[in-house]
Structure formats: structure tokens, C-alpha cells
């Protein structure tokens, strides 16, 4: 095998865990459309809706940390032109996660 | 029927539409899914994560707007305890969706 | 006297309260200063920066929630195109405020 | 040269623009009080929270972009412990901001 086949993606060590909570905040949008198919109270959708925000939020602070941890590291440490650009990258992330 | 099994939930006028932006953030759940199973690359699930995060606001927004306008307003126009009691709820709903 | 002269601002009854928590948030604004000016570490810049938020993010749910409950209850009671005006402007001002 | 005179704080190019966006937040402050003062409008007092939460959000990008390229990268070069602790210490500013 060459060295291409190796991904060095942070999350892949945790990708069940990923995938467990994903599936969880599937599961959540699908709540959410049954709360409303049987007329739910609003009040009560609106406090599914923030949990399942926060969940999402979670997952993408965690995906962050191992993407400076592993890809944003591993660039640094092989320098060059790539490091800025994983670091420019990054921050454009993290300014879309706090303004969304 | 009497008026009592009337619903009132503001949101019930827009049912279709609410259900069918809930199955695409279902949808977008997936899609993230499958982004992490075939290790993608982080940044650009991140970006997935912020749309996702961004729609489901949107129905938050939408939801609540409705709900004042629709479950509030009634209540205040019913006057009583009623009114301060959904007031109250509707304030502790919108400090959730801004914490989040 | 008319009816006119009288505020309904619901902020009005707790003025004094907004004021001292605004006069702290400036101080915050100040010591943000004075840690730039003496070259603080960023990571407790950070820290103060969102300590800073939360202040005013509790500000501004503060007043929301007396507006809904003065102005918006008053036009709601007062009846007429006035309320409406009043609803959408509030869902607008949560908008802003989720999205910040 | 004396240790004193290595800064390693990212921000410290751009101090005066740090002091300068600092010194306007601290005004908006002032202008809120003045609206509290005056009585002005719960919604036009919202709409200058947001904005000023908006600026603040937008130092706070800046300041943590600046340290990601300058201390993180600086310590991940340097190796060693403190490239752990110093990305430990950014990803829970990260998720601060985030939150808040």
C-alpha cells in the first residue's frame, strides 16, 4: 500500500462514536417530525429543537479538536505552504460555527 | 366535535411545510453519516454541520413566531393567568434558543 | 396629563438594574483593554471576551422578555393592526439575537 | 535582548487595532446606557445589543486566529507537552465561544 491510502483524518479513530451520535441526531429529526405530524405542543418542539442543536454543536467541537489535533498539527509539522492553509481553513470553520 | 378538540398550535396552517424542512435536516443527518463512514475530510463535514445548524434554527424561528402569534396572542386576548404562564414559557424558550 | 406622556417601555420599572449591568459590561470592555494594552495571554483574553457575551446576551433576553410583556401584551389587548406591527418586529429582534 | 522583548502573543501585530475596535465596543456600551436613560425603544435597544454582540464575536475570531497562527503553531514546533496542553487550552476557548 502507499503512503496515499493512509488517511489522516482526527475523527477516523472515533468514527463509531461519530456515527452512534449522528444516528442519535437523525433519530432526533425524526422526533421532531412526529411531535409535529401529531400537533404537539410548540413550546415542547422549540425544547427538542435546542436539544438537537446542542447535540449537533457538540459533535462539531468534537471533529474540530481532532481536526487541530491530527490534520492541522501534522501540516505544521511538515510546514510549508500547507500549514496556512489548513490553519486559514480552520478558522473560516470555527467563525461559522459561532455565528451559526 | 366541540371547539375543544380545535387546535390551536400556530404552526398547524404551515404542518406540510414544517414536516418537509424537517425531513431534509433528517436527510442532511444522513448525509453526514455517510460523509464520516467514507472519511471525508473534517472541514467540509464541519461546513455540513453549520448548514444543518442554520435550517434548524430556521424552524425554530418559524415555529416560534407562530406560537407567539397564534398561542400567546390568544392567551393574552383570553386575559388571566393563562397569558403571564405562556408568556413566561415563550421568554424561557427564546433564552434556550439564544444559549444554544 | 395624557395618556400619551406615559412610557410603557417595560425596561422602565427596572432601569436602574440595566444601567448597573451596562456600566459593568463597559467596565468588561475596559479590562479587555487594559489586558490587549499589557499584552495578555489570548486564551484569558478569550475567556473575558465570553464572559463579556453572556452578560449581554442576558441583557438583551431581559428586555425581550418585558417587551413581550408590555408592549407586545399592551398592543395585543389594544387590538388592531398595532399588534401585528409589534409580533413581527419581536420575531425579528429574536432572529437577530439567536443568529448573533 | 532581554526575554522581555520575545512576545509570542499573535494579537500583538495588531494591537492598536485591537485597542481601537475595544475602545468602540466600550462606546456601544456608553450608547446603550444612554438609550436605558432615555427611555428609547426595547427594540431599537435590542437591535444595538446585537451589533454589539456582532463585534465582539468578530474580535474574538480575530484574537483566536491570531493565536491558533502564532502560539499553537509555536508551541506544535517547539513539540512536546505543550503542544498538547496549548491545543487542549484552544479547543475549550473554541467551544466557550461557541456556546456562548
Known amino acids: 500500500m502507499t503512503e496515499a491510502t493512509t488517511s ?19 433519530g432526533q429529526a425524526r422526533g421532531l417530525q412526529k411531535m409535529v405530524e401529531e ?3 410548540c413550546i415542547d418542539i ?3 429543537v435546542s436539544a438537537m442543536t446542542k447535540a ?9 479538536d481532532e481536526h487541530l489535533n491530527h490534520c492541522v ?3 505544521v509539522e511538515a510546514g510549508g505552504e500547507e500549514a496556512d492553509e ?7 470553520a ?3 460555527l459561532v455565528r451559526s
Open 94 to 96: 470555527i467563525a461559522r
Open 56 to 64: 449537533l454543536q457538540s459533535v462539531a467541537l468534537g471533529l474540530l
Open 46 to 48: 422549540l425544547t427538542q
Open 39 to 41: 400537533e404537539k405542543y
Open 86 to 92: 489548513k490553519l486559514k481553513e480552520a478558522s473560516q
Open 73 to 75: 498539527v501534522g501540516a
Open 8 to 26: 489522516h483524518h482526527g475523527y477516523i479513530g472515533h468514527k463509531d462514536d461519530y456515527l452512534k451520535r449522528l444516528r442519535r441526531i437523525e
